[in-house]
């Protein structure tokens, strides 16, 4: 012991010495430091937007207030819903809509995840985020001219998927996590000629994973086949598809209006607890078809024709509604959807095109489109039983739900509409610093 301690007094007084020799050779010499240059990369900087504006703007050139998360985001946060990949973006916050899509709340607004490639999609369900190339939140009135079908107040959710390109290349991913995350990734491309005019790329995930309460699950299987084709140097031809299949647990829609909660903490029932059963789900089918032809008219003129098809179907869908009745009781209510669909299909004409007027540089969109509409749906609803949150209940199970719901009658909505609008932007160029956006819709609603 006696050694280990002088040891230590040697070993203190050399780093004394050295400390006391260094301070007093700095002290003597001078000497002009070199310069150091620090260089910043940003990794994930997407420096410019065609869906945004719909037409080729650099960040700085567009005053429309937007964000993008581009799959570099996804790759490396390891991203698997939609809704953690829209929280990537900064004010926005999303949710798990109970009805099975992403929703999200930008500038106070509820904001549905409804746009595709810059047109109007299904939002019954959300297809895996494999497919997504970026997401581009547009924020406040700036997305006017996505049209109502597809923004709020808040502003729109637009989903970029990914295309071909000449490079062959396959990647495959296996994922194991927390609640017993099983997750398969493919992403295929080729070139299918030696001319690479011909392309062709398909994304696939498997997703299985059950959740942190101590009842639910979801699953999505998600195929995307695209096909690019360059017809000459002035037509391409894009076609994508997208195929999804999703079953998972539902959310409650919670009533508690005959209680009087101050906080989560007087709830008298842990935060990991389902009140439902794995009954309690949702089987929904997604297909999506997009096809883009692009012609270059002249050397300042391009043509951009989209066709767009998005089917959400949701086959059946029970929902739990439950009712507080006192702090220690629920009323278990129950509700069944089926044969619930959203469709849009959309054809849209535009064309950009460069136009000066004097010194005056003029960024011109012209464009037209037609949406149709249809959605329809089944539903019934019925009380279910009474439980107590204190004593052990069982879970819901469907057999006893069917048998509830078939004394009853089911009721039947449905309702087709169509819009047709037109629209036309401008970015006028007054100084190499100075741009102005002017940008108006007009839509007819039947």
Known sequence: MKKS???????????YVAIGQTTESDSLRRQKLKEIVVTATQRYGEKKSFDVARMSLTNIENPQIYSVIPKEIIKNQILISNKEVVNNSVGVVAFNNPTGAVTAWIRGFETRNAVRNGLATQFRGESDPINIERIEVVKGPSGTLYGANAISFGGLINK???????????????YGGSYDLMRLTLDANRALNTEKTALFRLNAAYNYQHTFQDIGYYKNITVAPSFKYKVNNRLGILVDAEFAQINNTQMPYPNLGGVDFKNFNDIPIAYDKYIGGDDVDSKTDIANLFVKATYKISRNWTSTTNVNSSSGFVDYSYQLYPRWLTPDSIERNVGLYSARKLTFLQVQQNFNGKINIGAVKNRILFGADYTRNDAELNFQWAKYDNIHVKE???PIIKAKIDGILGDGD????????????????????????L???????????K
């Open 410 to 433: 089911a009721a039947h909505w449905s309702s087709r509409t169509h819009n047709t609008s037109v629209y036309v932007s401008d970015v006028v160029s007054i100084a190499s610093n």
């Open 5 to 15: 301690f002088t040891s230590l007094i040697l070993l203190l007084g050399t780093a």
């Open 435 to 445: 741009n102005v956006l002017l940008s108006g819709r007009l839509d007819y609603f």
């Open 160 to 174: 970029v998927t990914k295309v071909p390109f000449e490079n062959n290349k396959t990647s495959v991913n296996l």
């Open 392 to 394: 052990d209940f069982a």
